[in-house]
């Protein structure tokens, strides 16, 4: 077998063309050449430092032919392995320097570089067990993998640790239900008290306005109600309500229970005009408003529509106040639209009566029946919550207003009104009883599980009266997509909490 072996390592070439062709020896393609090359080169670095022994010579015999023998990849690996053997045994003849071992300790970096044989190889995930996998969601930084702490692309140095990655993942779902509280949900008191001064002072000019324009009619002093007033509110404050009450004489007007309506819902009731035949249309300073003999929430909202859009002149109180009011044309509603610098504030006027310890707003719904007017349980709620908070110094405020939170920007929960939640909140209290902060979890948990079970009925009864549901209005689509997100959720419920972060 023909073969040329220079003087130097380096120089180890190999006539192929000389060979006689068989079974045994194999021809490589044309990129071996470039190979052998670069083999020859990386031994010749290697061999620079040596002395032309007889060792050298047979170790540079043997690569120079290993190529036919082994082929490229086992000539690869037999030269790293053969210069590993030789660079032990110069250790053992020679005491190299500090600085010739770093060389040589780069050297075979680069060699291992240069021929492609370092690759990372992925260390196989451990396979996880029973108890792992019936962890508690409670605590999910327990079943995610360690490489979740470092970014893509960037590991970790222990000179500089992600310390934010750390700690999220070192939370508890207690702690990111009340940072979410603190963060996301809590409105600041500087907003709250800009948000409440604003609305007294349109509050008092369109009390004026109505009793000038309107004083036939006996309306009450307007007051605040809402979630913005008794610390409900949650993200912004942002929406607030105008309470007119209407005095309605006792002996001229008489309820009817919404079971003997025509629409037989407990919730709505209506108004009847009562003795016409002792006291005839007009003794009454409301009769202007009678529709088949029923007081008409329809036809008050419609009049009080036309006095907010067309008699207001809101550009001078929007003045006086500085801030700029604007009625809202088409709504079914009496609402108002208040820009302060950057506060964002929608006023809805609701015309209320109250007779025979029942609350009664001109909100009917939405339909051919004019006469109904719709009984509300707000105060009943607010007061409720705040009693079985103060018993037990229990955290169902904060329950609530996390869930509110998350349904106010929700593309499906923002259906879910803070009525629903709170009338949830009240019959879970019924068989919860520890609502303490350390609970939160579990009862958040268990408010999402209960909000399924009633969406997947369609029926959420009223706290104050069960014949009523409160879900009687929402279509079955949106009960549907209500469900289902919420469902998807009860498993993962942070994930509730980080879609709205995400945002």
Request: glycine share 6%.
């Given at each position: 077998?023909?073969?040329?072996?220079?003087?130097?390592?380096?120089?180890?070439?190999?006539?192929?063309?000389?060979?006689?062709?068989?079974?045994?020896?194999?021809?490589?393609?044309?990129?071996?050449?470039?190979?052998?090359?670069?083999?020859?080169?990386?031994?010749?670095?290697?061999?620079?430092?040596?002395?032309?022994?007889?060792?050298?010579?047979?170790?540079?015999?043997?690569?120079?032919?290993?190529?036919?023998?082994?082929?490229?990849?086992?000539?690869?690996?037999?030269?790293?392995?053969?210069?590993?053997?030789?660079?032990?045994?110069?250790?053992?003849?020679?005491?190299?320097?500090?600085?010739?071992?770093?060389?040589?300790?780069?050297?075979?970096?680069?060699?291992?570089?240069?021929?492609?044989?370092?690759?990372?190889?992925?260390?196989?995930?451990?396979?996880?067990?029973?108890?792992?996998?019936?962890?508690?969601?409670?605590?999910?930084?327990?079943?995610?993998?360690?490489?979740?702490?470092?970014?893509?692309?960037?590991?970790?140095?222990?000179?500089?640790?992600?310390?934010?990655?750390?700690?999220?993942?070192?939370?508890?779902?207690?702690?990111?239900?009340?940072?979410?509280?603190?963060?996301?949900?809590?409105?600041?008191?500087?907003?709250?008290?800009?948000?409440?001064?604003?609305?007294?002072?349109?509050?008092?000019?369109?009390?004026?306005?109505?009793?000038?324009?309107?004083?036939?009619?006996?309306?009450?002093?307007?007051?605040?109600?809402?979630?913005?007033?008794?610390?409900?509110?949650?993200?912004?404050?942002?929406?607030?309500?105008?309470?007119?009450?209407?005095?309605?004489?006792?002996?001229?007007?008489?309820?009817?229970?919404?079971?003997?309506?025509?629409?037989?819902?407990?919730?709505?009731?209506?108004?009847?005009?009562?003795?016409?035949?002792?006291?005839?249309?007009?003794?009454?300073?409301?009769?202007?408003f009678i529709v088949g003999?029923?007081?008409?929430?329809?036809?008050?909202?419609?009049?009080?529509?036309?006095?907010?859009?067309?008699?207001?002149?809101?550009?001078?109180?929007?003045?006086?106040?500085?801030?700029?009011?604007?009625?809202?044309?088409?709504?079914?509603?009496?609402?108002?639209?208040?820009?302060?610098?950057?506060?964002?504030?929608?006023?809805?006027?609701?015309?209320?009566?109250?007779?025979?310890?029942?609350?009664?707003?001109?909100?009917?719904?939405?339909?051919?029946?004019?006469?109904?007017?719709?009984?509300?349980?707000?105060?009943?709620?607010?007061?409720?919550?705040?009693?079985?908070?103060?018993?037990?110094?229990?955290?169902?405020?904060?329950?609530?207003?996390?869930?509110?939170?998350?349904?106010?920007?929700?593309?499906?929960?923002?259906?879910?009104?803070g009525s629903h939640l709170?009338?949830?909140?009240?019959?879970?209290?019924?068989?919860?009883?520890d609502w303490a902060e350390?609970?939160?979890?579990?009862?958040?948990?268990?408010?999402?599980?209960?909000?399924?079970?009633?969406?997947?009925?369609?029926?959420?009864?009223?706290?104050?009266?069960?014949?009523?549901?409160?879900?009687?209005?929402?279509?079955?689509?949106?009960?549907?997509?209500?469900?289902?997100?919420?469902?998807?959720?009860?498993?993962?419920?942070?994930?509730?909490?980080?879609?709205?972060?995400?945002?």
């Amino acid at each position: 077998m023909p073969s040329t072996v220079g003087p130097q390592l380096g120089q180890a070439t190999v006539t192929i063309s000389e060979l006689p062709k068989s079974q045994d020896i194999r021809e490589d393609p044309e990129p071996t050449k470039l190979h052998r090359l670069n083999m020859a080169d990386l031994v010749h670095k290697r061999g620079k430092r040596r002395d032309d022994n007889g060792l050298g010579g047979a170790v540079d015999f043997l690569l120079a032919n290993a190529r036919l023998v082994l082929g490229v990849g086992g000539a690869a690996v037999l030269a790293i392995a053969t210069l590993v053997v030789k660079r032990l045994i110069d250790r053992a003849t020679s005491s190299p320097d500090e600085d010739d071992t770093k060389a040589e300790q780069k050297s075979i970096k680069e060699s291992w570089q240069d021929l492609s044989l370092i690759k990372a190889v992925p260390k196989p995930p451990k396979k996880q067990s029973r108890a792992d996998l019936s962890e508690s969601l409670l605590s999910p930084s327990a079943t995610l993998p360690a490489q979740a702490a470092e970014p893509c692309g960037r590991p970790t140095s222990p000179e500089t640790p992600q310390v934010e990655s750390r700690t999220l993942l070192c939370l508890t779902f207690q702690e990111k239900l009340l940072s979410y509280y603190r963060n996301h949900v809590t409105i600041p008191e500087t907003e709250v008290a800009l948000g409440k001064q604003l609305a007294k002072d349109i509050c008092i000019e369109l009390q004026s306005f109505l009793q000038n324009k309107c004083p036939e009619l006996p309306f009450g002093s307007m007051f605040l109600s809402g979630s913005l007033c008794d610390d409900l509110q949650v993200v912004a404050a942002d929406h607030v309500c105008f309470m007119l009450p209407l005095v309605l004489e006792n002996t001229l007007w008489s309820l009817i229970p919404g079971e003997d309506t025509i629409v037989k819902d407990p919730q709505f009731w209506m108004i009847r005009r009562t003795d016409m035949g002792y006291f005839p249309r007009g003794s009454s300073p409301w009769d202007k408003f009678i529709v088949g003999g029923y007081l008409s929430s329809n036809v008050i909202n419609e009049a009080l529509h036309k006095m907010l859009v067309a008699s207001v002149n809101w550009p001078a109180i929007g003045s006086m106040l500085e801030c700029l009011i604007r009625p809202v044309m088409a709504s079914e509603e009496l609402k108002l639209e208040v820009t302060h610098y950057e506060t964002q504030l929608n006023i809805t006027l609701c015309p209320v009566t109250e007779a025979g310890g029942k609350v009664l707003l001109a909100k009917p719904p939405k339909g051919l029946v004019e006469n109904l007017w719709r009984q509300s349980f707000y105060r009943s709620e607010v007061s409720k919550l705040k009693d079985l908070d103060a018993a037990d110094s229990g955290a169902r405020r904060c329950c609530l207003k996390i869930l509110k939170g998350i349904c106010k920007n929700h593309p499906f929960l923002s259906k879910l009104t803070g009525s629903h939640l709170t009338h949830v909140l009240l019959h879970l209290s019924e068989t919860e009883s520890d609502w303490a902060e350390e609970a939160l979890p579990a009862r958040f948990q268990h408010m999402l599980e209960a909000l399924v079970g009633y969406l997947e009925t369609g029926f959420l009864p009223c706290y104050f009266n069960s014949q009523i549901n409160l879900f009687c209005e929402l279509l079955e689509e949106e009960i549907d997509e209500m469900g289902y997100a919420l469902y998807s959720a009860v498993s993962q419920p942070d994930l509730l909490l980080q879609e709205h972060v995400d945002k």
